[in-house]
């Protein structure tokens, strides 16, 4: 006699077969859309250290802190000179973590050919994705256990 088991449901696919399995989809703004946002415009502009120091924090989810994450990336752009090499990683776990197409260029080469507008893009990118880039990834996590506003939690397993 086969007897089926009512109380336990199914065991659902790894995660990791869900997320080989999700197509990218686009970025919410373009690379060249700065002038959507100008204050992490002229941010980036003026202190590209202080706007890659938090998207850095935020993707890291908290790991490193945004000073840390700026004062590497200032002192990498200080002796090579070329700090895309470094900031260009970030672009990549971002979009992985959003599932983001890798468009317009590849991730090095938005990096390495437009610096800012590639840290501005990832900027408008958290900030849509609900983030207060402000306060940082700890900020964030607080505020969303206050429950003000909840910032994105990436959600593993089948949705309808």
Same mark, same amino acid.
């Given at each position: ?15 990791? =077969? !869900? ?15 700065? @002038?959507?946002?100008?204050?992490? @415009? @002229? ?10 120091? %938090? &998207? ?16 590497? !990336?200032?002192? &990498? ?6 700090? @895309?090499?470094?900031?260009?990683? !970030? %672009?990549s776990k971002l979009?992985?973590?959003?599932f983001l197409n ?7 080469? =938005? ?6 507008? =590639?840290?501005?893009?990832? !900027? ?10 402000? &306060? ?6 607080? %505020? ?5 506003r909840q910032p ?9």
């Amino acid at each position: 006699m086969f007897v089926t088991n009512q109380i336990n449901p199914p065991i659902p696919p790894p995660a990791a =077969a !869900y997320l080989s399995s999700h197509s990218p989809g686009p970025w919410s703004t373009g690379l060249c859309d700065c @002038c959507n946002d100008i204050s992490s @415009c @002229c941010l980036t502009c003026w202190c590209p250290c202080v706007t890659f120091g %938090r &998207i850095a924090e935020i993707v890291d989810r908290g790991s490193t802190s945004c000073g840390v994450s700026g004062a590497l !990336y200032t002192l &990498i752009m200080c002796v090579t000179g070329c700090s @895309c090499l470094y900031s260009c990683f !970030y %672009r990549s776990k971002l979009r992985g973590q959003y599932f983001l197409n890798e468009s317009p260029c590849t991730d090095c080469c =938005a990096h390495c050919y437009c610096e800012e507008c =590639a840290l501005c893009q990832e !900027y408008r990118e958290l900030k849509k994705q609900g983030f207060d880039m402000s &306060i940082g990834w700890h900020g964030n996590m607080e %505020r969303q256990k206050r429950g003000t506003r909840q910032p994105p939690t990436l959600q593993v397993g089948m949705n309808r």
